[in-house]
């Protein structure tokens, strides 16, 4: 009885210091908020690579990501070695045409950066802007996101060195917290930059530009997740700080128009684009979904014609993108994919001669190396991503984003959940991550031959067809 006695005091002692110690740890956002028990995922997590040979759900078969991204993004994010034995899991769709005589250590080159903007001529602006890196934080608004999470990111950008869009929902103090540079996304509410009948406040666009680290302005037609549909904030989330941000009441849903009252057809989004680079002195851009290429020739015809309407840089977002909150038939079903999508938009460009005019941002489950080395061989300029930096800061895909009771307080609305996000140690592993991304790109470059990721062109990816007995390629 008295060894038994013993035995619980000590198991009830060695519970409290695991819990003490989860609380007190700010590496793990989930044991900060599920002591103890938090133990359970990580201990699967561990020992399920050995398991799954005995189950039937391999690591490729996870939707919207499997488990290989996603241990690719965590790994990154955490300076763990991410180099693999035995052979391949993967299922590649294309793969990269490597050089004969692949770039030494020594001839390897910076990547140089992109000017976005025109100083002279129509459609110049005051700031041209010099994006340093090919791989940038995406549009996730204040609101969607806690205020950990968006300072978090904040920081990390400014370690790293890469831009963050504020999304739709307006800038806020979490955003300039960090010091990098970022992209004020006017969205079809216009939260942030509107008056109280929704229309485009002048003196608002005025007054964020002159922010130093407002570097870029962009125009958000729509988003991969949910074409033709605004941004959906639910009520629980709109609080009084979000609701004073974004200039809307408090405790209502949020719904964005699904498109801006003021932008109809083409030659009103040029007028809006010459507007708004007028009034702020800063490149403008445009993030939108790809229905169709005739619009988009359309489009840059008209850029020609008129070129003080040039978007200085379009945001080409896929299909699979996603969101906190979409109809499923628009977030399924609405949409050309990436895959297809910025090929278009290259293209086009390319035949109307604007490939140094106007810059492309590729987004759309961009989130590994291969993904965006892909992205950078098919036209794009530079790649965003959103959910890729959110696996950095610890998200464990429980889609629970829209509840605002996400686990690992990225998405929460929560206090004690939002608390477990420590922003000082997640900096850290963003900068890890978008540095790691930009490191195993150069090195897909330097296989084929690169001395730095601006050198990549279509010739240097094909397309892999599986069938019957092997594999078949296609491409130059």
């Known amino acids: 009885m008295i060894i038994a006695s013993i035995v619980l005091a000590l198991i009830v002692i060695g519970l409290i210091a695991?819990?003490?110690?989860?609380?007190?740890?700010?590496?793990?956002?989930?044991?900060?908020?599920?002591?103890?028990?938090?133990?359970?995922?990580?201990?699967?997590e561990t020992w399920g690579e050995y398991m799954r040979q005995y189950q039937y759900l391999p690591d490729w078969a996870e939707r919207p990501f499997n488990r290989l991204e996603r241990s690719w993004v965590y790994r990154s994010a955490k300076g763990v070695s991410n180099l693999i034995s035995f052979g391949s899991e993967n299922l590649p769709s294309f793969v990269f045409r490597n050089a004969a005589f692949p770039v030494l250590e020594e001839e390897k080159r910076a990547y140089p950066g992109k000017l976005v903007g025109i100083a002279q001529g129509p459609g110049a602006c005051k700031e041209p802007f010099v994006a340093k890196n090919f791989f940038n934080i995406s549009g996730m608004s204040y609101g969607a996101l806690s205020h950990a999470a968006v300072t978090a990111l904040s920081r990390g950008a400014k370690l790293a060195g890469v831009w963050m869009s504020t999304g739709e929902g307006g800038l806020s103090k979490f955003h300039l917290e960090g010091g990098g540079d970022i992209i004020m996304q006017i969205g079809t509410a216009k939260y942030g930059v509107r008056e109280l009948d929704g229309t485009l406040s002048e003196s608002r666009i005025q007054e964020i530009a002159a922010y130093p680290q407002i570097k870029m302005f962009e125009v958000k037609?729509?988003?991969?997740?949910?074409?033709?549909?605004?941004?959906?904030?639910?009520?629980?989330?709109?609080?009084?700080?979000?609701?004073?941000?974004?200039?809307?009441?408090?405790?209502?849903?949020?719904?964005?128009?699904?498109?801006?009252?003021?932008?109809?057809?083409?030659?009103?989004?040029?007028?809006?684009?010459?507007r708004i680079r007028t009034l702020s002195g800063k490149p403008v851009g445009v993030k939108f979904v790809v229905g169709s290429s005739a619009f988009v020739n359309e489009w840059f015809s008209d850029c020609r014609t008129h070129p003080e309407h040039c978007p200085d840089y379009v945001h080409v977002d896929g299909g699979?993108?996603?969101?906190?909150?979409?109809?499923?038939?628009?977030?399924?079903?609405?949409?050309?994919?990436?895959?297809?999508?910025?090929?278009?938009?290259?293209?086009?460009?390319?035949?109307?001669?604007?490939?140094?005019?106007?810059?492309?941002?590729?987004?759309?489950?961009?989130?590994?190396?291969?993904?965006?080395a892909w992205a950078l061989c098919e036209g794009a300029d530079f790649v965003s991503s959103a959910r890729g930096f959110m696996f950095s800061l610890g998200c464990i895909q429980a889609m629970k984003c829209g509840s605002g009771k996400c686990p690992t307080g990225v998405t929460a609305v929560e206090p004690k959940l939002i608390k477990g996000l420590d922003p000082a140690d997640k900096a850290v592993r963003v900068a890890k991550y978008a540095k790691r991304m930009q490191d195993e790109v150069e090195i897909i470059a330097h296989s084929c031959g690169l001395e730095n990721a601006g050198q990549f062109r279509p010739e240097h990816v094909t397309e892999i067809e599986r069938g019957v007995g092997g594999f078949r390629a296609h491409g130059s």
């Open 18 to 44: 695991i819990y003490i110690h989860d609380k007190r740890q700010t590496q793990h956002t989930i044991l900060r908020n599920f002591p103890i028990i938090g133990h359970v995922r990580y201990f699967a």
């Open 221 to 274: 037609l729509a988003q991969g997740a949910k074409p033709g549909k605004g941004g959906i904030l639910p009520a629980n989330k709109v609080t009084a700080e979000i609701a004073a941000i974004r200039g809307i009441p408090e405790g209502q849903d949020s719904i964005s128009p699904n498109r801006h009252r003021d932008i109809a057809n083409i030659k009103e989004l040029g007028e809006f684009i010459h």
């Open 320 to 372: 699979e993108g996603g969101t906190g909150a979409a109809p499923a038939a628009l977030a399924d079903y609405v949409g050309l994919p990436i895959t297809q999508a910025l090929p278009i938009v290259a293209e086009v460009r390319l035949s109307h001669g604007l490939q140094d005019r106007i810059r492309i941002i590729a987004a759309g489950k961009l989130v590994t190396p291969d993904k965006v």
